[in-house]
């Protein structure tokens, strides 16, 4: 169906806001927002934990590598405004350039583009301390007016938690499915299930649970240990039903590598590879 069908006349209204896409004044769900015209982008995935300091950026930064070594075209929205950490692990900076495109990504070594706040600020550790109504105004700006050009997969490295801004991007961004962090302990099913039952209501898919840190790795003997208790993600997939389930070590590596502005070197490809094939 295409976009002129879609749309309902006053006379023909069934007040179904997530069927039409009209922009009248009766409307009571946001509309969703589109790229603009120097941009194509094929899929939106959405990186969500319930919960802040789980490695939701670092899933974000892994996936994001390991789909732009598979050969696709990848870019990255750092939609965690008040707490942007993208492009210090990737090594980018600012300050970023426009043209009559629209505002020009940064790029990693590898080639994936990314938008950050910390591409704009005076300096890196400035405090970002805006209010919700003007996260999601500069979310929106991050998603219509860069120029993304053409690009496979869009990942975007939500705002913690579950609050009113991350229900606001789950309403604005055409989202075709989240992939949901979560760190073993800590009441996982709870914090599990309440992204998974946002994204429920808001119609988005859930491709896939990544449990980080979910073990440790003895570099001598190869071991697993697992520091937290045994990972609870697999069930806990199941019960929601969520499509695909993987685990991440806690790696010194990783840490050093972020630290180095070069995560793009580390191998997740077995680690993630459920993931990324739920995704592909
Ligand atoms: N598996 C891991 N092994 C080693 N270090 C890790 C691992 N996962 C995350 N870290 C480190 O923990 C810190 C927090 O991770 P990250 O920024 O990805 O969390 P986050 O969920 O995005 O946080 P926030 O909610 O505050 O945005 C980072 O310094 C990161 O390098």
Not at 36 to 60: E, F, H, Q, Y
Not at 74 to 86: E, F, L, R, Y
Request: proline fraction near 6%.
């Amino acid at each position: 169906m295409n976009d002129t069908q879609n749309q309902q006349s006053p006379e023909t209204c069934s007040h179904n806001c997530g069927s039409c896409s009209s922009s009248c004044s009766e409307r009571s769900v946001p509309q969703k927002l589109s790229p603009n015209g120097a941009s194509n982008i094929t899929k939106v995935i959405g990186v969500v934990s319930g919960k802040g300091g789980v490695g939701k950026t670092l899933v974000t930064c892994l996936i994001a590598s390991e789909l732009q070594k598979a050969g696709k075209r990848v870019g990255i929205m750092d939609a965690d405004v008040t707490g942007p950490s993208i492009p210090k692990a990737f090594g980018a900076k600012g300050p970023l350039t426009a043209d009559t495109n629209g505002l020009n990504p940064a790029e990693s070594a590898s080639g994936i583009k990314m938008i950050s706040t910390n591409l704009m600020l005076p300096k890196e550790d400035m405090a970002v301390a805006w209010r919700g109504p003007v996260v999601s105004g500069i979310i929106s700006q991050f998603f219509n007016e860069v120029n993304w050009g053409e690009i496979d997969y869009l990942l975007v490295d939500m705002p913690p938690g579950t609050s009113d801004v991350l229900l606001t991007v789950f309403q604005q961004l055409p989202l075709d499915g989240i992939v949901t962090v979560s760190a073993p302990q800590e009441l996982v099913a709870m914090i599990v299930g309440k992204a998974v039952n946002l994204a429920h209501d808001m119609n988005v898919d859930v491709l896939g649970l990544v449990e980080n840190m979910a073990y440790y790795e003895c570099d001598e003997c190869h071991k697993k240990h697992y520091i937290f208790g045994e990972p609870q993600g697999a069930e806990v997939a199941k019960r929601y039903g969520i499509e695909s389930y993987a685990t991440l070590p806690m790696d010194p590596a990783i840490a050093a590598l972020v630290d180095a502005g070069e995560i793009e070197r580390y191998d997740a490809h077995d680690a993630l590879k459920p993931i990324l094939d739920v995704i592909q």
